[in-house]
C-alpha cells in the first residue's frame, strides 16, 4: 500500500497475535455484583457521594472527581449499593471501590437511548467540555488522563491538530479496531465534537497496515464530514504512543519533557472519540467499554463490559481458563500489567484481558550484557537502556536525570529485544520513581 | 486460589537470545572453513580443531575450577567462535602446541579473567592472535602455499602473502607494477586460491557469512561497511597520487585479513561501540589505522592491532557519541 507513514526512530515489530480481530462486539451480561474502583483515571481517586444501602440507578454519578486532574465516576448498573470497601484492583493492591448488587437496569432520568445516530452537534464548545467533564470521560487507549483536562487548551497555546488514535500497536488488542468497524460514524461524529471543543478544523486518523478493513471504512464514511483524514501507518510497535503517532503524522517533534500542545496537537484515542460522541449527544457517562479478552490458544473475543465487571466473568464467558494458565495481564502484552487475581474488575482503562499459558508467562534466562546495542537501536526515544540500566544499578540518581530518563515512555522495547534477557525497563522504572521523588523534594 | 506469575511488563520477548547469536557466528564462519579445508587440507581441519577444543576445555576448565561456578557458559557458543577466529588468523601450518598456548592466552587471560563473556574490553581472538604472533614471529609469518584437499601434515611448501609481497618489494625499491606479476589473480584472491591465515584468505566465504550475519540481524552494516569504505578510499587517494608506490584500494580489500577482521572481528558486540553513529566512527578508525600500519607500519599487516586500538577507544566512543534523541535540542 503506498503512502503508508510511520516515525522514524527506533521502535520494534512483536508478533502480532490479533487472533479476535473478526469477532465482532458481544455484549457481556450484567454480573451479580459490581466493583467500581474510586481511582479509575491519572490523578486524584473521586470521592464517593452515595452511601452503603442506597439505591443506584445506571449512569447516576456516584463519585466526584474533585481535584483539578481527576474524573467522575458513575454507576455502571443500575442495584443497592452493598458496601464502600477495599477491593484488589489492577495495580495488585487493595484501594477503595463502590460495591454494588445489580438489579435490572433503569437508567438515570435525562439519559436518552443510545440506538439511532445523531449527527447534530448543538453545544457549544465550553459546553462541550464541561458535558465531558460531567460524564466522567477519560483517556481510553490505556494512559486514562481525564480528557476534560486535556481538552482544556492552556493559555497562549494553539492548537492546529486533533490526531486521533487507532493505532492499537499492542499485540493481541482488537478493540479499538472492532469500534472502527462497527461505531465508524459514531467515532467520527465524536471527532467532530472535539474538533470543536479544541477549536481545530483538521483531524487526522491514524490506523496501522494491519487493519486495513478498518482504514477502508473511516476512509470512505470520513468523505461526508469536513477536515478528518484517515492516514495509513506502516507497522510498527510504539506507534500508538502519543509523541511517536505525532511524528509519524505530523512530522513533528514534542520536546522532552513537553506536552503535544507545545506542537500544536491535541491525542484522542478512537475509544475516547465514542465516549465523547455517547455523552455529549446522548448524556450518556462513561460507564460501558470495550474490552478485548485473548491469548493464543484461548478462544476469546471483544466484548462490551460494564465498568466493574470481575475480568473473571468475561473469562468465564469465554469458556473458562485453561488449566495450564499461569499469567493475566491487563491491557497489552508490551505494556500490560500482570494481575493478581481473576476478582480485578473492568476499569475505564482496560483495553484487553489477556490469558498465557504457562510457556509465554515466563521470562528468559538472564545473561551478561554482551553490548550489542540493541536496545539503543529499538528505543523510540533515542535512549541508551543499557546505560540507564547500570546507572540505576548504581544509584546515580543525578546521572539517571541527565541522561534522560524521565523521557522513557515504559513502551518496553528494549526489554522486548534485549538477547541477553536483561531487566532494563524494570531497572528504569525504579530510576524514573527515584528521580521523580528527588525532583519533587527539590521544589519543596 | 491460584497465583498467577507476576512480572513488569513487556511480557513478551524476541525470538533472538545470546546463544542463537552466538551459534549464529559460528554458522556465518562455516563457509570460510570449509575453503580454508579444500585450499590447505588437512592441517586447516586439525588446527581448527585444536583451537576451538582448546578455547572451549578452557572456558570449562576456568569457570569449573577457578570461578566454582555451576553454571556452563560454553554452552553459549562465544567460546567456540573464538577458537574458530584464532585458528583463522594463523597460518595452517602452526604446531599445535602454540595454538594450544594461543587458546589458553585467548580465552583465560583476554575473556575470562574480565568475567567472561560481556565483560572483556579486548577481542580474545585477536589478544590471542598478537600473543602468538609477538611470542612465535617466525611460526606465525610461515605461510602454507594452498595445495588443495592435501593430507599432507610436514614439509608443506611455504611462501610469502600478498600483503608481503608487496610490503617486501617495495622496501626493496620495486614498483607496484613489477611486484604485481608475483601477486595472485584478483579472481584467486577473492575465491581464497592465495596463501595467507588459515581463515582470512576467502573473500567470497567470508562475504557470504556477512549476508547470513546481515540477515539474521547479529551484525548491522555500520562497522563493516564504514571499515570497508575507509580503507577503499584511504588506499584509493594513495594510490591516485602513486600508482607506482601504493598498490590499487581493490588489491587491499582482497588481500591480507581486511575481510575477516571488518566483518567477522571488528562487529564483535562486545568490545565495539553500542550505537549506529559510534559504530561507524569506529569502523573509520580502524579503516585508517590499518592502512597507516599496511604501508607505514612494521608489519605488512594491521587488521588485528587497528581493531585492538579501536576497542580500547570503544569506551570513550560510547560516552561521547550519544544517539540522537527524541525530541531533543
Request: hydrophobic share 45%; with cysteine.
Amino acid at each position: 500500500m503506498i503512502g503508508l507513514k510511520t516515525f522514524p526512530l527506533g521502535g520494534v515489530h512483536p508478533e502480532e497475535g490479533k487472533y479476535t480481530a473478526k469477532k465482532s462486539i458481544e455484549i457481556l451480561p450484567i454480573p451479580e455484583s459490581v466493583y467500581i474502583p474510586l481511582s479509575q483515571s491519572l490523578g486524584a481517586p473521586s470521592v464517593p457521594i452515595v452511601n452503603k444501602g442506597d439505591r443506584v440507578k445506571t449512569g447516576q454519578l456516584i463519585a466526584k472527581g474533585e481535584a483539578f486532574i481527576s474524573a467522575n465516576i458513575h454507576s455502571s448498573v443500575t442495584g443497592v449499593v452493598e458496601k464502600i470497601d477495599e477491593w484488589i484492583d489492577a495495580s495488585g493492591y487493595r484501594k477503595k471501590a463502590i460495591i454494588i448488587k445489580t438489579e435490572p437496569d433503569e437508567w438515570e432520568e435525562g439519559i436518552l437511548p443510545q440506538n439511532q445516530l445523531n449527527p447534530t452537534i448543538v453545544l457549544s464548545k465550553e459546553e462541550i467540555i464541561q458535558r465531558i467533564k460531567e460524564k466522567g470521560i477519560v483517556g481510553m487507549g490505556g494512559a486514562t488522563f481525564p480528557t476534560h483536562v486535556k481538552l482544556s487548551i492552556p493559555q497562549g497555546k494553539k492548537a492546529e491538530y486533533l490526531i486521533i488514535n487507532g493505532v492499537e500497536c499492542e499485540p493481541y488488542l482488537t478493540s479499538d479496531h472492532r469500534l472502527m468497524l462497527e461505531k465508524g460514524e459514531e467515532i467520527l461524529i465524536g471527532i467532530q465534537i472535539l474538533m470543536k471543543a479544541v477549536d481545530v478544523n483538521k483531524a487526522i486518523i491514524g490506523i496501522e497496515a494491519n487493519k486495513l478493513d478498518a482504514i477502508e471504512h473511516l476512509t470512505k464514511l470520513s468523505a461526508k464530514y469536513q477536515g478528518i483524514e484517515v492516514q495509513g501507518l506502516k507497522l510498527k510497535y510504539p506507534q500508538g504512543a502519543e509523541k511517536q503517532l505525532i511524528k509519524a503524522l505530523v512530522n513533528r517533534e514534542v520536546p522532552s519533557g513537553k506536552l503535544p500542545i507545545e506542537v500544536g496537537c491535541v491525542v484522542q484515542n478512537v475509544g475516547t472519540a465514542f465516549a465523547v460522541y455517547e455523552a455529549v449527544q446522548f448524556n450518556k457517562p462513561l460507564i460501558d467499554r470495550v474490552v478485548t479478552i485473548s491469548g493464543k490458544n484461548f478462544n476469546g473475543g471483544n466484548f462490551l463490559v460494564r465498568i466493574g465487571t470481575p475480568i473473571k466473568a468475561l473469562i468465564d464467558k469465554c469458556g473458562g481458563l485453561p488449566e495450564n494458565t499461569e499469567k493475566i495481564i491487563n491491557g497489552g502484552p508490551m505494556m500490560g500489567k500482570a494481575l493478581v487475581s481473576t476478582d480485578v474488575p473492568v476499569t475505564k482503562g482496560t483495553s484487553g484481558i489477556l490469558v498465557f499459558t504457562s510457556e509465554m508467562s515466563h521470562r528468559m534466562p538472564v545473561y551478561n550484557c554482551i553490548r550489542c546495542g540493541k536496545c539503543v537501536s529499538v528505543c523510540p526515544m533515542g535512549l541508551e537502556p543499557i546505560l540507564l540500566e547500570k546507572i540505576v544499578e548504581n544509584n546515580k540518581w543525578e546521572m539517571a536525570e541527565k541522561e534522560h530518563i524521565l523521557d522513557c515512555i515504559e513502551c518496553g522495547s528494549c526489554q522486548y529485544t534485549c538477547p541477553a534477557g536483561r531487566p532494563l525497563l524494570d531497572m528504569i522504572r525504579l530510576g524514573k520513581n527515584k528521580v521523580n521523588q528527588i525532583i519533587r523534594s527539590r521544589g519543596k | 486460589m491460584s497465583t498467577y506469575v507476576l512480572s513488569g511488563s513487556p511480557h513478551v520477548h524476541d525470538k533472538q537470545d545470546v546463544n542463537k547469536i552466538m551459534w549464529g557466528v559460528v554458522y556465518a564462519l562455516i563457509p570460510a572453513l570449509l575453503v580454508s579445508i579444500y585450499f590447505f587440507g588437512l592441517p586447516a581441519l586439525l588446527t581448527t580443531l585444536i583451537a576451538v577444543v582448546s578455547c572451549v576445555l578452557f572456558e570449562y576448565l576456568i569457570q569449573r575450577f577457578i570461578f566454582k561456578s555451576t553454571e556452563l557458559t560454553i554452552k553459549d557458543g562465544s567460546a567456540v567462535i573464538t577458537g574458530l577466529l584464532l585458528a583463522f588468523n594463523v597460518p595452517s601450518s602452526l604446531p599445535w602446541w602454540q595454538m594450544v598456548i594461543g587458546s589458553l592466552v585467548a580465552i583465560g587471560i583476554a575473556k575470562m579473567t574480565f568475567g567472561g563473556l560481556g565483560k572483556n574490553p579486548f577481542n580474545p581472538a585477536l589478544v590471542g592472535r598478537v600473543f602468538m604472533l609477538i611470542s612465535f614471529p617466525v611460526e606465525m609469518t610461515t605461510w602454507p602455499k594452498v595445495s588443495p584437499l592435501s593430507t599432507q601434515l610436514t614439509d608443506i611448501v611455504t611462501g610469502p602473502t600478498s600483503l608481503g609481497i608487496v610490503k617486501e618489494g617495495l622496501m626493496k625499491g620495486e614498483t607496484v607494477s613489477q611486484l604485481m606479476h608475483n601477486v595472485p589473480s584478483y579472481t584467486d584472491m577473492f575465491i581464497g586460491n592465495i596463501g595467507g591465515s588459515l581463515g582470512e584468505i576467502s573473500a567470497l566465504a567470508i562475504i557470504l557469512g556477512g549476508i547470513y550475519m546481515l540477515f539474521k540481524k547479529i551484525i548491522t552494516w555500520h562497522i563493516p561497511i564504514s571499515y570497508i569504505l575507509t580503507v577503499f578510499v584511504f588506499t584509493g587517494i594513495l594510490w591516485l597520487i602513486n600508482p607506482e608506490k601504493y598498490a590499487d584500494p581493490i588489491f587491499h580489500l582482497l588481500a591480507g585479513g581486511l575481510m575477516l577482521g571488518a566483518i567477522f572481528m571488528a562487529t564483535d558486540m562486545v568490545t565495539s561501540p553500542i550505537n549506529h553513529k559510534a559504530q561507524i566512527i569506529f569502523g573509520l578508525g580502524c579503516g585508517v589505522l590499518t592502512v597507516l600500519i599496511r604501508i607505514w607500519g612494521a608489519y605488512p599487516e594491521g587488521v588485528s592491532f587497528a581493531i585492538l586500538i579501536m576497542n580500547a577507544v570503544t569506551p570513550i566512543l560510547n560516552r561521547t557519541i550519544k544517539p540522537k534523541r527524541f525530541g531533543g535540542k
